[in-house]
């Protein structure tokens, strides 16, 4: 399961497909991709893998749905994200990741930007299905971005479904929904202040080029909510107006 396509100059050549990874694209207004891969889920032994670069282009890229990962007894479901940006900007908003009991699943990320390039990434994690509390078998997650091909943050999760059921347990804490955000905008100082406005969990990388943050809520709608907030002063930023996805 294969995807593999270029922008440049704003204009969108597909290289690679192979199902039953799909997508939809649209161009009334923006550059615009929805992901769907058939079965709406990520089975085990899956191999999704997502190639794209962007020179002198603008891209919004999500999701059609939430990603679930099935029940699996010892094999993973991988899915591989790798992006290239030169002189372009990306607002990646993924839709919720659900772990089905006993699933187990690797995430392989990698973004390389150049100086002036700008994006917007959004990872979300629920706890399962509505009757599951965290109970998936294992999840690895590497995200990896480099501005010019030298590393300027590195993720890595190895993580069992018990013990963050565990960890959220002794926090004492009803937030079980959680996004991971990662920006990177041209004016950083200024930007990272606006967001501090409304929301304190945001940091600068180790070099100051990427704005990282963590929101959580009681519920998906919430969540979501405080996530377009953030992505609508984004927009903003770069002179953008509001986008709307789509979706119900």
């Known amino acids: 399961m294969s995807l593999n396509f270029d922008f440049k100059d704003n204009k969108f050549s597909l290289n690679k497909l192979n199902l039953p990874s799909r997508y939809y694209y649209f161009d009334e207004i923006e550059n615009y991709i929805k992901l769907l891969n058939i079965g709406e889920g990520i089975f ?58 006993d699933s187990r699943y690797i995430q392989l990320f990698k973004l390389n930007f150049d100086e002036s390039s700008t994006f917007f990434y959004v990872d979300i994690l629920s706890r399962g299905r ?7 078998s294992n999840m690895l997650i590497k995200n990896t971005f480099k501005q010019e091909n030298n590393l300027e943050y590195i993720e890595k999760f190895d993580v069992q479904g018990d013990e963050l059921k565990d960890y959220i347990n002794r926090k004492d804490s009803s937030n079980f929904i959680f996004a991971k955000i990662y920006i990177k905008v041209k004016n950083s100082e200024e930007f990272i202040t606006k967001i501090h406005n409304s929301f304190e969990s945001f940091a600068f990388s180790q070099n100051k080029s990427m704005i990282l943050g963590v929101i959580s809520s009681d519920n998906m709608f919430d969540l979501k909510a405080k996530m377009y907030q953030i992505w609508e002063l984004y927009r903003k930023n770069l002179n953008k107006d509001k986008f709307n996805l789509g979706k119900q």
Not at 44 to 52: E, L, T, V
Not at 58 to 84: C, D, F, H, P, R
């Open 44 to 101: 085990p032994k899956d191999k999704i893998k997502i190639s794209f670069s962007l020179i002198n282009s603008s891209l919004i890229i999500t999701t059609e749905s939430a990603t679930k990962v099935y029940q699996s007894k010892k094999e993973y479901g991988i899915n591989k994200i790798n992006i290239n940006l030169k002189n372009s900007n990306l607002e990646f908003i993924n839709d919720e990741l659900i772990l089905f009991k």
């Open 130 to 136: 509505s009757f599951e509390n965290f109970d998936f």
